[in-house]
């Protein structure tokens, strides 16, 4: 099965609020474009990718990952993440009714193509299907076969919910990469060990973290 998978994108400028005291005002839209790059490249990469649309009303995110070879749709209806996720799936469902559809966050710098196949080929087993995030709290992935709804339930605390929605939720061992979110600085340098995609590699080496 091949997928489409749907990756959000807030405006950079307010992006991992949560990295703060990792990286400055100046630095941190980079390092959220970074992340955004890497995570798309690898997903592009993936055998078991068909296309990536990216939700996003950010013009200089759009057109860089535009250039990765992302289709970029606007953040409609302008109601949050997941009524953005639900269009942008209702979008890729109308041109292409039979579509397998996952959402995938933006900031898996670690993203490696194999692992994400592996979370994929569990995925189309389901209906629907989430991967949690390494914290176990939240979701860095939501697939639904075709004909599924995506019904997406992203935020804090996510995982619970997916997990009350009836999706299944898949346990794989190393698929690390896809798990790997990076929301605060301990959770860059983790990916940072796992291994990151060059742009965020660039990124990162500007903020000097200790341990580099
Ligand atoms: N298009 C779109 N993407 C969003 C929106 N809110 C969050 N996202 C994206 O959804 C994913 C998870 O978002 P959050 O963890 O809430 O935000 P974040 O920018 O990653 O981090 P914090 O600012 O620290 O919360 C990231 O890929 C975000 O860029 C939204 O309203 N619209
Ligand atoms: C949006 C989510 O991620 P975060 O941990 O970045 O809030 C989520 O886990 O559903």
């Known amino acids: 099965m091949q997928w489409t998978l749907v990756i959000p994108l807030k405006p950079l400028a307010r992006a991992k609020s949560r990295l703060a005291d990792t990286a400055g005002d100046g630095l941190r839209p980079g390092l959220a474009l970074a992340f955004a790059q890497d995570t798309v490249a ?42 953005a996720l639900a269009h942008a799936a209702a979008l ?19 993203l490696r ?8 080929d569990a995925a189309a087993g389901f209906p629907r299907a ?8 939240g979701t860095t992935l939501l697939a639904a076969a075709p004909g ?21 939720e898949l346990a794989l061992d190393a698929v690390d990469s896809v798990r790997q979110d990076v929301d605060t600085g301990e959770d860059l340098r983790t990916a940072l060990a796992l291994g990151v995609g060059p742009r965020t590699a660039a990124a990162a080496a500007r903020l000097l973290i200790p341990g580099q």
């Open 113 to 120: 193509p194999p692992e994400l196949a592996r979370v994929l």
């Open 92 to 110: 890729v469902r109308a041109a292409r009714p039979h579509s397998a559809v996952a959402a995938l966050n933006a900031d898996l710098p670690a």
């Open 148 to 168: 599924r709804e995506l019904r997406p339930a992203f935020g804090a605390g996510s995982r619970a919910r997916h997990r009350a929605s009836g999706a299944a």
């Open 42 to 83: 690898a997903a592009l990469a993936c055998p078991a990718v068909r296309n990536v649309v990216v939700v996003t009303d950010d013009a200089v995110a759009g057109r860089e990952l535009a250039a990765l070879g992302a289709r970029i749709v606007p953040d409609e209806p302008g109601d949050g993440l997941n009524a």
């Open 130 to 137: 989430f991967l949690p995030d390494a914290a176990a709290i």
